[in-house]
């Protein structure tokens, strides 16, 4: 009886997301010649365009062709695609084969939403791997110097990378005339483990539990009572007859028509599990840079960790109190890096601080590799999760001020800035960060001018130039939260505001999950301020708090990041530079299998956190709260 509820509901699972995919596929706009006969300057472009077309990358109106190896596109291909770029006001557009093989249509139209594509600043680039138009300035840009002969994985690189230059000018469309080229298992992995940098068991999780159903159900219909196909057998035939008509039901009356439709869905339940396996099993191409971060690496840890810290000091960092008592200590639960760490609670004003903190030499060797380098694209990933987020913190100035000019601190890639547009389409974005990431940003254009350096070092050279700085998730990082605070005073005339996001360290689930609370975030989170000692010291400075959100400020991922960093726990990520080397590939195959056991668990504590989501934000406690103050007058500054 149980094996066939979950067979039923499983059936209805594949249906249900067959019919939500075709929803988005039938939004596709299939590629067709401009509606009307070109001619003055628009002939002249086309006609160069098809005296052009014969050669792979050609340009057309400013326009590149980048293609995958093996893929022609002939003249009329080019110039429907170049007319349609022009119509749309396009400056990259994806020509997605209207015969991509199955798998990667299905994929295709579950990773991007056709109507909100182009729009959305931070959706992850996604198209066929068969062929781009790009604009000559953003190729250049993005440094495209490869426009013939790429492989499937460098054309799905391609076309991330293009969305991040052109994130409102980027668009994808069907084809009919392109012939579909295939997917190696090698491109395959590479695919998956670029969109799950470190995370590709967590991918294979749900893949795994669904063909897990899906297996039982075809030996449940092979190995039938007697013969007789009973209630089981019959779920069990549901399973199997939805997940063969997925690519039917998913493409059906849409521009798509995969050209081994009848072949998927008919070998689907033997192919699948094969499929993944393939995967699975193919050899990892070698990062060229991995053996030199090893060597690294290795030689700071071989001088030990203790280097890394301050002396512990026996008063708090906020008040000078010295009434501290030890909250909690735990190494670092995102990376595994070695080290334990310390935060202390200052009992007369509660401020919760790193003690003994991280000197200089901790700060640098705990944050390489994170933000940037080799850990940059699994950060960037949780980043372009956050645009929701980004949108509501931008929505805490309407009704209080009109900005102009906008500096935003910590600012990273540009995410944020990038996000805010959408709710200030007139304002001046500029982002400050220690990280060479604020140099990308400006190169995406994500934000208008990049500063790379300290806060405090720069605030005289910016001061006047900004109605509003905000500091998001940025005050936790900061060796002296006062002194970013400083900054902020001298950068702002009256009447600019400051908009701050921290964690909150009252958050009564914090305290519970100790060091599995992720936003504990240790080591990198320093300085912990409670609401009320920011809004003191605020006012010492000249501002005056005009709003305090808590419950709209909640990040919904508690308890699926406690799951999830306790299965990082059991079998850490082999693969990065400071872990042992040896049996790498046991340990991700045991890494794999611990996420598949944890699979249930996660899917739970993800709609748990969902489910609590609309209670938080109407209280007045949260895992985060934000502040706005405006600048009023020069305030006291500390002695």
Same mark, same amino acid.
């Given at each position: 009886?149980?094996?066939?509820?979950?067979?039923?509901?499983?059936?209805?699972?594949?249906?249900?997301?067959?019919?939500? #995919?075709?929803?988005?596929?039938?939004?596709?706009?299939?590629?067709?010649?401009?509606?009307?006969?070109?001619? &003055?300057?628009?002939?002249?472009?086309? *006609?160069? %365009?098809?005296?052009?077309?014969?050669?792979?990358?050609?340009?057309?109106?400013?326009?590149?062709?980048?293609?995958?190896?093996?893929?022609?596109?002939?003249?009329?291909? /080019?110039?429907?695609?170049? %007319?349609?770029?022009?119509?749309?006001?396009?400056?990259?557009?994806?020509?997605?084969?209207?015969?991509?093989?199955?798998? /990667?249509?299905?994929?295709?139209?579950?990773?991007?939403? +056709?109507?909100?594509?182009?729009?959305?600043?931070?959706? =992850?680039?996604?198209? @066929?791997?068969?062929?781009?138009?790009?604009?000559?300035?953003?190729?250049?840009?993005?440094?495209?110097?490869?426009?013939?002969?790429?492989?499937?994985?460098?054309?799905?690189?391609?076309?991330?990378?293009?969305?991040?230059?052109?994130?409102?000018?980027?668009?994808?469309?069907?084809?009919? @005339?392109?012939?579909?080229?295939?997917?190696?298992?090698?491109?395959?992995?590479?695919?998956?483990?670029?969109?799950?940098?470190?995370?590709?068991?967590?991918?294979?999780?749900?893949?795994?539990?669904?063909?897990?159903? $899906?297996? %039982?159900?075809?030996?449940?219909?092979?190995?039938?009572?007697?013969?007789?196909?009973?209630?089981?057998?019959? %779920?069990?035939?549901?399973? $199997?007859?939805?997940?063969?008509?997925? +690519?039917? $039901?998913?493409?059906? &009356? !849409?521009?798509? #028509?995969?050209?081994?439709?009848?072949?998927?869905?008919? !070998?689907? +339940?033997?192919?699948?599990?094969?499929?993944?396996?393939?995967?699975?099993?193919?050899?990892?191409?070698?990062?060229?840079?991995?053996?030199?971060?090893?060597?690294?690496?290795?030689?700071?840890?071989?001088?030990?960790?203790?280097?890394?810290?301050?002396?512990?000091?026996?008063?708090?960092?906020?008040?000078?109190?010295?009434?501290?008592? #030890?909250?909690? *200590?735990?190494?670092?639960?995102?990376?595994?890096?070695?080290?334990?760490?310390?935060?202390?609670?200052?009992?007369?004003?509660?401020?919760?601080?790193?003690?003994?903190?991280?000197?200089?030499?901790?700060?640098?060797?705990?944050?390489?590799?994170?933000?940037?380098?080799?850990?940059?694209?699994?950060?960037?990933?949780?980043?372009?999760?956050?645009?929701?987020?980004?949108?509501? #913190?931008?929505?805490?100035?309407?009704?209080? *001020?009109?900005?102009?000019?906008?500096?935003?601190?910590?600012?990273?890639?540009?995410?944020?800035?990038?996000?805010?547009?959408?709710?200030?389409?007139?304002?001046?974005?500029?982002?400050?960060?220690?990280?060479?990431?604020?140099?990308?940003?400006?190169?995406?254009?994500? =934000?208008?001018?990049?500063?790379?350096?300290?806060?405090?070092?720069?605030?005289?050279?910016?001061?006047?130039?900004?109605?509003?700085?905000?500091?998001?998730?940025?005050?936790?990082?900061?060796?002296?939260?006062?002194?970013?605070?400083?900054?902020?005073?001298?950068?702002?005339?009256?009447?600019?505001?400051?908009?701050?996001?921290?964690?909150?360290?009252?958050?009564?689930?914090?305290?519970?999950?100790?060091?599995?609370?992720?936003?504990?975030?240790?080591?990198?989170?320093?300085?912990?301020?409670?609401?009320?000692?920011?809004?003191?010291?605020?006012?010492?400075?000249?501002?005056?708090?005009? *709003?305090?959100?808590?419950?709209?400020?909640?990040?919904?991922?508690?308890?699926?990041?406690?799951?999830?960093?306790?299965?990082?726990?059991?079998?850490?990520?082999?693969?990065?530079?400071?872990?042992? +080397?040896?049996?790498?590939?046991?340990?991700?195959?045991?890494? !794999?299998?611990?996420?598949?056991?944890?699979?249930?668990?996660?899917?739970?504590?993800?709609?748990?956190?969902?489910?609590?989501?609309?209670?938080?934000?109407?209280?007045?406690?949260?895992?985060?709260?934000?502040?706005?103050?405006?600048?009023?007058?020069? @305030?006291?500054?500390?002695?």
């Amino acid at each position: 009886m149980r094996l066939r509820s979950i067979m039923l509901l499983t059936a209805a699972g594949f249906t249900a997301d067959a019919l939500w #995919r075709r929803a988005r596929a039938a939004k596709l706009t299939p590629l067709t010649p401009p509606p009307y006969a070109p001619h &003055g300057d628009e002939a002249d472009t086309d *006609a160069e %365009a098809g005296a052009e077309a014969g050669a792979e990358g050609g340009a057309s109106g400013g326009h590149r062709f980048v293609t995958a190896e093996g893929v022609h596109l002939d003249d009329a291909i /080019r110039r429907a695609a170049a %007319a349609h770029a022009r119509r749309h006001g396009l400056r990259v557009l994806d020509l997605v084969p209207s015969g991509l093989d199955s798998l /990667r249509a299905l994929e295709l139209v579950r990773r991007v939403d +056709p109507a909100a594509y182009r729009w959305s600043r931070l959706a =992850v680039g996604g198209g @066929g791997a068969h062929a781009v138009l790009v604009d000559a300035d953003v190729a250049e840009r993005a440094g495209i110097s490869r426009f013939d002969g790429l492989s499937p994985a460098e054309m799905d690189e391609l076309i991330t990378r293009l969305k991040c230059y052109a994130p409102t000018a980027t668009d994808l469309c069907v084809a009919p @005339g392109i012939a579909p080229v295939g997917c190696p298992p090698a491109d395959r992995r590479r695919i998956l483990r670029r969109r799950w940098p470190s995370d590709l068991p967590v991918y294979l999780t749900g893949n795994i539990l669904g063909l897990g159903v $899906l297996g %039982a159900a075809l030996a449940r219909c092979l190995t039938g009572r007697g013969g007789a196909p009973g209630r089981d057998a019959a %779920a069990a035939l549901a399973v $199997l007859a939805a997940a063969c008509a997925q +690519p039917y $039901l998913a493409t059906a &009356g !849409t521009p798509l #028509r995969p050209c081994d439709r009848l072949r998927f869905a008919l !070998t689907r +339940p033997v192919a699948a599990p094969l499929r993944w396996l393939r995967v699975a099993a193919q050899r990892e191409d070698p990062d060229p840079r991995l053996p030199a971060l090893r060597a690294e690496y290795a030689a700071d840890l071989a001088q030990g960790v203790d280097r890394f810290f301050e002396e512990r000091r026996a008063d708090c960092p906020w008040c000078g109190g010295r009434d501290l008592r #030890r909250l909690l *200590a735990c190494g670092d639960r995102q990376h595994h890096r070695p080290g334990r760490f310390v935060l202390e609670r200052c009992g007369t004003c509660g401020h919760v601080f790193q003690n003994p903190r991280l000197n200089a030499a901790g700060l640098d060797f705990y944050y390489r590799d994170f933000y940037d380098g080799s850990g940059g694209p699994e950060v960037e990933r949780g980043f372009r999760l956050a645009a929701p987020h980004y949108r509501d #913190r931008a929505k805490m100035l309407r009704g209080h *001020a009109e900005p102009r000019a906008w500096l935003d601190v910590g600012a990273g890639h540009g995410h944020f800035c990038n996000a805010a547009r959408d709710i200030w389409p007139h304002t001046r974005f500029d982002g400050l960060d220690m990280g060479v990431s604020i140099q990308e940003a400006e190169r995406r254009g994500w =934000v208008d001018r990049a500063y790379q350096g300290l806060f405090p070092d720069l605030a005289d050279k910016l001061a006047g130039e900004y109605d509003v700085v905000s500091m998001h998730h940025y005050l936790e990082h900061t060796v002296d939260p006062r002194a970013e605070l400083d900054a902020a005073a001298r950068v702002l005339p009256p009447g600019g505001h400051l908009l701050i996001e921290v964690p909150d360290p009252e958050w009564p689930l914090g305290r519970l999950a100790r060091g599995w609370w992720h936003a504990w975030f240790q080591p990198q989170h320093l300085h912990f301020v409670t609401a009320g000692n920011l809004v003191r010291v605020l006012e010492e400075r000249g501002f005056r708090v005009v *709003a305090v959100e808590r419950g709209p400020a909640h990040q919904p991922v508690e308890l699926l990041m406690i799951v999830m960093l306790l299965a990082h726990r059991i079998v850490p990520d082999p693969g990065k530079p400071w872990r042992d +080397p040896r049996v790498r590939r046991l340990r991700g195959a045991a890494r !794999t299998a611990v996420f598949v056991a944890a699979g249930p668990l996660m899917f739970a504590a993800a709609a748990a956190d969902q489910l609590l989501l609309p209670v938080i934000r109407r209280g007045n406690r949260s895992n985060a709260y934000r502040v706005l103050a405006r600048r009023v007058a020069d @305030g006291a500054r500390p002695e």
